[in-house]
């Protein structure tokens, strides 16, 4: 299979931000934003050649990559992989949308 693209939704990018500032003020230190961020991104590259190795959601074409605790929630359109957003699995469960 040929490699795909990947790009970031705006809204991806805010929740990837507010989560990585969450755990920097938590913690007092980047140091844990800076592995999460660097796990994230090596994970989300395995997309651009796999693309299906992420779970069904109750959406048609969306899927979810599970990574430690956080869900990268995607979708497929024309050999793009497009990052919708990423869920902190510690968040209510009632205000995911997928």
Request: net charge positive; aromatic share 10%.
């Amino acid at each position: 299979m040929e490699k795909l693209k990947i790009v970031w939704s705006d809204t991806a990018i805010e929740k990837l931000d507010e989560i990585l500032n969450f755990y920097s003020q938590r913690n007092q230190s980047d140091t844990y934003s800076k592995k999460l961020y660097e796990k994230l991104m090596k994970d989300v590259r395995l997309l651009a050649r796999t693309p299906m190795i992420g779970i069904k959601t109750r959406l048609t074409n969306v899927q979810g990559l599970i990574i430690d605790d956080f869900i990268v929630y995607y979708e497929l359109k024309n050999k793009i992989v497009i990052i919708l957003t990423v869920w902190d699995c510690a968040q209510n469960p009632e205000s995911n949308i997928f």
